[in-house]
């Protein structure tokens, strides 16, 4: 077992977020560096999706929990980044309340003091599809250069997949391999920006642990699909990444997550050139009881829509496999499939292979076991 170094990393960044436009911030990174004495580094880069940052989804040091470390002590070199709106990076525009999306402001009692919910005095979604993938591309080149590589491997989870998937199409030279956990692709969503920008809207939206808990209950089909205790745990590290948000509210605090608007992430952009599963293989991997990455029914409206299996089916090229996770949901690394998901995670980064086999769909049950899907 590799002995892991972590450093925090703040990487400077020109904005391209509109609220705070060619402002120089500091973008949030987290290494957990497992490279073995005289090997060459071997980067990870590990994304976050709408609403749970990096150290609470990819390194939640509770038990096994922690995916960043166990590729970590695998002998890899793991980066974890936060974009700016969401954990530890700059909130530009998020620390007023009165920006906090109309319909959550109810929860904003008893704190924070003299507070009067009304309209937000920033009208506007905070981020966009240009914004995040200038952000990740900073992120890209910081470690590249750190660790004297031409090429990163992504890992995404969720809405992740709406930047590492269009930034690997565009980018096949500096992106090793994609892996996206559960990720949300609506296979008819636009191809083009709004006419405008910013979006008007708000740039704060505000979540509970009563909201994390039932909603994450609502997918727990199976007995033992996620312990006792584990909400507690995983909340906690939620309002650790959110100074401000955890003050706001009740006793619970509340944790604050970014609006923002996108586009380009649809079947056209997976297809383009055959980069996804061409010279970028990619895995995707999801739970039989997300309701999330597969919209259970299927939405009316093409933006809402969203299928990992459209995505595989979208995917041009011929290096690309897809493996469903038995009793799992959304929430799968803080599931009992965790460490199946990091197992598998290991494997796709030194092989590119799943069960020896670089194209196909499978099924994964609870002991790691894998089969090809009916």
């Known amino acids: 077992m590799a002995k892991v170094t972590t450093t925090d990393h703040w990487v400077w960044h020109t904005s391209t977020v509109p609220a705070n436009k060619d402002e120089e911030v500091e973008l949030f990174v987290r290494e957990r560096n497992g490279t073995p004495p005289g090997q060459k580094r071997k980067p990870v880069l590990m994304l976050h999706g709408r609403s749970i940052p990096v150290l609470p989804g990819f390194d939640l040091r509770y038990k096994t929990y922690s995916w960043a470390g166990a590729l970590a002590q695998a002998g890899y070199d793991v980066f974890m980044m936060d974009l700016q709106g969401s954990g530890l ?62 090429k990163v491997a992504f890992i995404g989870w969720s809405a992740a997949a709406f930047w590492m998937g269009p930034y690997a199409v565009k980018n096949p030279d500096k992106v090793e391999s994609l892996f996206l956990l559960a990720p949300i692709f609506p296979a008819k969503g636009t191809s083009d920006p709004p006419a405008s920008l910013p979006v008007s809207g708000f740039p704060t939206n505000l979540s509970t642990k009563k909201g994390l808990d039932q909603g994450w209950a609502g997918e727990v089909h199976c007995e033992g699909q996620r312990e006792e205790g584990i909400v507690d745990v995983v909340w906690d590290a939620l309002l650790k990444s959110d100074p401000v948000g955890s003050v706001w509210g009740n006793l619970d605090g509340l944790s604050r997550y970014r609006s923002f608007a996108r586009w380009g992430w649809n079947e056209t952009t997976a297809a383009q050139g055959g980069v996804l599963g061409g010279s970028v293989p990619v895995l995707l991997v999801y ?57 598998l995670s290991k494997h796709w980064l030194k092989h590119h292979k799943v069960d020896g086999k670089t194209h196909g769909v499978f099924d994964m049950d609870v002991d790691g076991n894998l089969s090809p899907a009916p």
């Open 89 to 150: 990076s700059a909130r530009p525009k998020m620390g007023d309340p009165r920006n906090v999306n109309p319909n959550h402001q109810n929860l904003l009692t008893p704190r924070p003091p003299g507070f009067t919910p009304g309209p937000p005095n920033y009208p506007y979604q905070l981020n966009d599809s240009y914004s995040d993938r200038d952000e990740l591309n900073t992120v890209v080149k910081f470690i590249s250069k750190l660790c004297e590589v031409d």
């Open 287 to 343: 739970g039989e009881h997300d309701k999330q990455a597969n919209t259970k029914p299927p939405s009316a409206n093409p933006e809402l829509n969203f299928s990992v299996p459209a995505l595989y089916n979208s995917v041009a090229g011929a290096h690309k496999l897809m493996v469903k996770l038995d009793c799992a949901g959304h929430s799968v690394p803080w599931e009992i499939q965790h460490g199946n998901v990091h197992e």
